[in-house]
Antibody
Framework: LQLQESGPGLVKPSETLSLTCTVSGASVGSGDCYWGWLRQSPGKGLEWIAT???????YYNPSLRSRVTVSVDTSNNHVSLKMKFVVAADTAVYFCARLDTGYGTSWFESWGQGSLVSVSS | QSVLTQPPSASGTPGQRVTISCSGS????????IYWYQHFPGTAPKLLIY???QRPSGVPDRFSGSKSGTSASLAISGLRSEDEADYFC???????????FGGGTKVTVL
C-alpha cells in the first residue's frame, strides 16, 4: 500500500486548498475502509483534519469542520481534501492516511510522506 | 500546546533501553487506546504500537507499549542507531471529539 499526496505547494490567503491522495496497492472503495487527512504545522504537533469512509461518511475536526470537505473518488482511486478560506496558519505538511479497524475502534495504519502547503500572497 | 504531553527529547547509547512517556487525561488516554508512531522527517510516519501494546507485523519486539491510567509509555530496548527518529503518541479524545497527538520526542543515539 502506498499513499501519495499531491497538490499546489502555494496557496493565496482566502483561497481554497485542494489536495489529492493517490492510493496504490488498495482500492479506496472496498473493504472496511477509512481514509484520513492530518497536518503538521512548522514547529507544532500533528492535527487531525478529517476522516472519510469508502461509502462517503465523514468525520471532521470540530475546529475545521466549517472549512473542510473530504471525499473518496473510487473511479480514480484517490481521496481528496478541500479547505476553503485558508490563512497563514494553515501552512503545514499535509498527510493522508489509511485507517485500520479492530477492537471496536480505528487507527492510522499507513501514511503518505506528506505534502507541504504554504499559504502566502 | 499539544493535548498529549511528551518530553521533547530522549537519548541513550547503543544497547540501552529508552522510555518515552505520553501524558494525557481521562478523556483521551484514560478511556481510549494509545498509538505510537516513528517518524523520520520527510518520510511517512510508521505505526509502531496500536491499541496500547500491539505491534504490527514487521515491527521489532524491541519496541513495546504500555498504558496506566492517563499515561502511556513507549520503550525501546537494545537501542540501535537506526532508532534515531521522532516518536509521537496519539489517542482519540472523547471530550474534544477528535484525534489528539503528542508533540513528539526526538530520540538520539549517542
Amino acid at each position: 500500500l502506498q499513499l501519495q499526496e499531491s497538490g499546489p505547494g502555494l496557496v493565496k490567503p482566502s483561497e481554497t486548498l485542494s489536495l489529492t491522495c493517490t492510493v496504490s496497492g488498495a482500492s479506496v472503495g472496498s473493504g472496511d475502509c477509512y481514509w484520513g487527512w492530518l497536518r503538521q504545522s512548522p514547529g507544532k504537533g500533528l492535527e487531525w483534519i478529517a476522516t472519510v469512509s469508502c461509502i462517503g461518511t465523514t468525520y471532521y475536526n470540530p475546529s475545521l469542520r466549517s472549512r473542510v470537505t473530504v471525499s473518496v473518488d473510487t473511479s480514480n482511486n484517490h481521496v481528496s481534501l478541500k479547505m476553503k478560506f485558508v490563512v497563514a496558519a494553515d501552512t503545514a505538511v499535509y498527510f493522508c492516511a489509511r485507517l485500520d479497524t479492530g477492537y471496536g475502534t480505528s487507527w492510522f495504519e499507513s501514511w503518505g510522506q506528506g505534502s507541504l502547503v504554504s499559504v502566502s500572497s | 500546546q499539544s493535548v498529549l504531553t511528551q518530553p521533547p527529547s530522549a537519548s541513550g547509547t547503543p544497547g540501552q533501553r529508552v522510555t518515552i512517556s505520553c501524558s494525557g487525561s481521562s478523556s483521551n488516554i484514560g478511556t481510549n487506546y494509545i498509538y505510537w508512531y516513528q517518524h523520520f522527517p520527510g518520510t511517512a510516519p510508521k505505526l509502531l504500537i496500536y491499541v496500547n501494546n500491539q505491534r504490527p507485523s514487521g515491527v521489532p519486539d524491541r519496541f513495546s507499549g504500555s498504558k496506566s491510567g492517563t499515561s502511556a509509555s513507549l520503550a525501546i530496548s537494545g537501542l540501535r542507531s537506526e532508532d534515531e527518529a521522532d516518536y509521537f503518541c496519539a489517542a482519540w479524545d472523547a471530550g474534544l471529539s477528535q484525534w489528539v497527538f503528542g508533540g513528539g520526542t526526538k530520540v538520539t543515539v549517542l
